[in-house]
Every structure is written in C-alpha cells, then in structure tokens.
C-alpha cells in the first residue's frame, strides 16, 4: 500500500497473516487492523488532494496501485473510476462494495495538516472514506482469498467517478459491466451526526429521488420606467420562485415528501433595466419513487401557467437525478450481523430516511443492496454538516468502514447462497 507522508510515498509493511484457529469475521478485523494506521495515511493522502467529478485521475491512480501492488486484478474506466475483482473465479455469488471518488467544489476550512492542497475542492461529504474504506476492506479479503474461493464467492469492488453530479457516475459503472452478474451490492456513507464505531440501518428507502430542475425565462426588456412595454422577466421570476413550489405542494401527495428548492436565482446586471433573460436553478427532491417517475411533464405545465399571464417564454429543464436509495433486508441484516459482531450489539443504531439524494439508488434498481450511515462523529466532539467546508471525521472511520464491509461480504454468505 502507498501513502503520503511528509510529501513523499511511503511503502508501510504488509498485514501479518492472522493465526488460524479464529472466526472469520475475527480474521477480517485482525487483517484490517494490521493495516489499519496505513488505511488512516492514505485516507489523509486522497483527502489531501480532491479532484472533482470527472477528474479523479490521481485517485484512480493511487487505488490501481495499491490494488496491484497486492495482486487485485483491478481495470480502469475511461477517464476516471476503476473496477477490482477477486474471490472465486466462477463464483456462485458475487458481492458488490461501491465506493465514490469525487470531492465538492468549496474551500475547505478545518485547518487540518492533512487539509485540501486544491483551493476552491475539498472532501465534505466524506467519499475520501468511502473510498479508503473499500480498498480496506478489499485488501483484507485479498488477504482471506482462499475462504472466498472455498465458499464459491466472488468480490467485486466498485470505485465510481462523479456522484456529486446529476446524472452521475453510476451509469458509468453499469455501462462498463459494474453490476454484471452481482447478487449483493453493499456500501457506506458517512454520518457526522452519530458517533464512530456506530452504523445506521434502516430497510427500505434510506435517501430520496434527487432531480435538477432549471427554468429560463426570456422576453423584450426595457427600462424599469416602463414595465407595461416590456416582458418583465425579473417580477416573472419571483413568481417562479415562490409559486412553482406552493403549487406542487397542491398537486403532489403531500405523503411523496416532495421539496422544491432553488440554489441559483439569477436576472439582470443593472437597477434601471429590464433584462432579457433570468434562471433559477434548483433541486427537486422526494421521498416517494411513484411519484418521481411522473412529476416530469407536471414541473413544465405549472411554470407555463405561472409565466403565462405576464408574456414571458419559459424553457424547463428537468434532469432526473438519482431515485432512492431502498435498502433490502437480507443486505441490511448482513451489515448488522457484520456490524454486531465486530463492534458490538450496540453499534447498529435506526436512522431515517432523508431527503439527500445518492446515486447508489441506480445500482439497487437493478440488484439488492444497502447502504449504511457510517458514524464519523468522535465521542463528545462537535456535530459537523456534509457538504459544509468545516467538516472532521475521526480518522478510526475508515478502519471502521473497511472492517464492516469486509464482514458484510462474509455474513452474506449462506450455505446455498446469499443469506
């Protein structure tokens, strides 16, 4: 495994091999804990240096290397992103652990030494974890190859490019093969709100359907003296932005959960003119798939009606996104099996569904999986945001990510198959 320390590469020792005699979940946690200061080095590595959605190369890099270097037969995908496979070659199951590579662009401002070195991109959402805790976990199993192959299973090992963009890097990945003859996927994904050590489980639906919806509005301008001759795009605007919302909240089941809010509201450069075009753009989200599948055509039909009465041209743009992520319960008992063991009968903690969108969900609309909400909070420390550039998790995060889905994979297996 390669790491940076004091800007330079650094090759840690190898894992020493468990003593026989020990339960396999035991074996995982001795393997991942053998390796467990050289996982926490390179997780401050990625962290060190984020690279948006699309440009992963390093990331890439460091992952194929670390992968080969251990003997993982690991391929790249076009631009960013790479697929491992190990286990048995002909398995009878095969189980999915997905990792996403791409960092957020904001500044970070932790002030910690192992903080961005890229002005303007940081990891806030925590996929330096993700990903340093997937290679963990694969390293470990590389280690135990041999129980793999005696129970007929094979790994497979996903680091996706690009999920911070809509549409994501998920379809990439299942383009390329990535969920070929899976039957399990399982992930993680960081909680700052509860404490490491600690994984949040539900069955069901744990995110929501995330779209991007962007309206642009065009008409004559004119000056601010005269609104009656022209097409007044900025009061055209406001309506927009106020009445889109209310009116979905009137014909959408409010039981869907559905929030219309806008992160970009733009119109005109000038107080005395009347621009001829304006935007808002924002995100669509909701908990409920039924009615992400047909709100469409109904985002476009009450932007017309609203423009309709002040003369403006309206073109929306409707991007769907990511449907929810809707975790399966014999994946969700195989993380808790995994979790419970390894860390304790009270390290499986209930979480709710939320209203973040994660593109994991296209992945699940095709095979069974869970994700689960991997603490990151040190005890008695601050409760930190994702997507905020003050965000710390303790280091012990990726130890803990690697152990449980290395287990998870483990507590999966049944005599005749998954369990």
């Given at each position: 495994?390669?790491?940076?320390?004091?800007?330079?590469?650094?090759?840690?020792?190898?894992a020493r091999s468990a003593p026989p005699g020990r339960s396999l979940l035991e074996r995982v946690a001795d393997e991942v804990d053998?390796?467990?200061?050289a996982l926490v080095r390179l997780r401050?590595?990625?962290?060190?240096?984020?690279?948006?959605?699309?440009?992963?190369?390093?990331?890439?890099?460091?992952?194929?290397?670390?992968?080969?270097?251990?003997?993982?037969?690991v391929r790249t995908l076009p631009g960013s992103g790479a697929i491992a496979e190990l286990g048995a070659p002909d398995p009878r199951v095969r189980i999915a652990?997905?990792?996403?590579?791409?960092?957020?662009?904001?500044?970070?401002?932790?002030?910690?030494p192992f903080s961005s070195r890229t002005p303007g991109v940081a990891h806030a959402c925590g996929h330096d974890v993700h990903t340093v805790g997937v290679l963990g976990a694969g390293l470990a199993l590389k280690a135990l190859e041999d129980e793999l192959i005696d129970h007929g299973v094979g790994v497979r090992l996903l680091f996706q490019p690009a999920e911070e963009t809509i549409p994501g890097g998920a379809h990439t990945v299942m383009e390329h093969g990535g969920v070929a003859d899976v039957d399990r996927l399982l992930a993680l994904h960081c909680d700052p709100s509860i404490d490491v050590g600690t994984v949040g489980l539900r069955v069901g639906p744990i995110t929501a359907a995330s779209d991007s919806v962007h309206v642009t509005l065009t008409g004559r301008g004119?000056?601010?003296?005269?609104?009656?001759?022209?097409?007044?795009?900025?009061?055209?605007?406001?309506?927009?932005?106020?009445?889109?919302?209310?009116?979905?909240?009137?014909?959408?089941?409010?039981?869907?959960?559905?929030?219309?809010?806008?992160?970009?509201?733009?119109?005109?450069?000038?107080?005395?003119?009347?621009?001829?075009?304006?935007?808002?753009i924002g995100t669509l989200r909701m908990l409920d798939s039924e009615t992400w599948d047909t709100t469409g055509p109904l985002i476009d039909e009450v932007v017309q009606a609203v423009v309709a009465p002040y003369g403006v041209s309206a073109t929306v743009r409707h991007v769907k996104g990511v449907p929810p992520v809707d975790n399966d319960n014999a994946?969700?008992?195989?993380?808790?099996?995994?979790?419970?063991?390894?860390?304790?009968?009270?390290?499986?903690?209930?979480?709710?569904?939320?209203?973040?969108?994660?593109?994991?969900?296209?992945?699940?609309?095709?095979?069974p999986g869970a994700m689960g909400r991997l603490g990151t909070r040190t005890p008695g420390g601050p409760t930190y945001e994702l997507h905020q550039g003050d965000l710390v998790v303790d280091d012990q995060s990726v130890v803990i990510a690697a152990k449980v889905l290395a287990g998870g994979v483990f507590t999966s297996i049944g005599p005749d198959g998954l369990s």
């Amino acid at each position: 495994m390669t790491t940076e320390t004091s800007g330079r590469l650094q090759r840690p020792t190898r894992a020493r091999s468990a003593p026989p005699g020990r339960s396999l979940l035991e074996r995982v946690a001795d393997e991942v804990d053998g390796r467990a200061d050289a996982l926490v080095r390179l997780r401050r590595d990625v962290h060190r240096h984020p690279e948006l959605s699309w440009q992963e190369l390093r990331t890439t890099s460091v992952i194929t290397d670390v992968l080969s270097e251990a003997g993982v037969e690991v391929r790249t995908l076009p631009g960013s992103g790479a697929i491992a496979e190990l286990g048995a070659p002909d398995p009878r199951v095969r189980i999915a652990l997905r990792a996403d590579l791409d960092a957020l662009p904001l500044d970070e401002g932790t002030g910690l030494p192992f903080s961005s070195r890229t002005p303007g991109v940081a990891h806030a959402c925590g996929h330096d974890v993700h990903t340093v805790g997937v290679l963990g976990a694969g390293l470990a199993l590389k280690a135990l190859e041999d129980e793999l192959i005696d129970h007929g299973v094979g790994v497979r090992l996903l680091f996706q490019p690009a999920e911070e963009t809509i549409p994501g890097g998920a379809h990439t990945v299942m383009e390329h093969g990535g969920v070929a003859d899976v039957d399990r996927l399982l992930a993680l994904h960081c909680d700052p709100s509860i404490d490491v050590g600690t994984v949040g489980l539900r069955v069901g639906p744990i995110t929501a359907a995330s779209d991007s919806v962007h309206v642009t509005l065009t008409g004559r301008g004119g000056h601010t003296s005269r609104p009656h001759l022209t097409q007044d795009i900025t009061y055209a605007l406001g309506k927009v932005v106020i009445e889109v919302p209310a009116v979905l909240s009137r014909r959408l089941d409010p039981r869907s959960g559905t929030a219309l809010v806008w992160g970009v509201v733009r119109s005109g450069s000038a107080p005395n003119v009347i621009p001829t075009q304006a935007e808002c753009i924002g995100t669509l989200r909701m908990l409920d798939s039924e009615t992400w599948d047909t709100t469409g055509p109904l985002i476009d039909e009450v932007v017309q009606a609203v423009v309709a009465p002040y003369g403006v041209s309206a073109t929306v743009r409707h991007v769907k996104g990511v449907p929810p992520v809707d975790n399966d319960n014999a994946a969700v008992v195989a993380l808790s099996k995994a979790t419970m063991t390894l860390l304790g009968a009270s390290a499986v903690v209930p979480t709710k569904q939320s209203m973040g969108g994660e593109d994991l969900g296209w992945y699940l609309t095709q095979v069974p999986g869970a994700m689960g909400r991997l603490g990151t909070r040190t005890p008695g420390g601050p409760t930190y945001e994702l997507h905020q550039g003050d965000l710390v998790v303790d280091d012990q995060s990726v130890v803990i990510a690697a152990k449980v889905l290395a287990g998870g994979v483990f507590t999966s297996i049944g005599p005749d198959g998954l369990s």
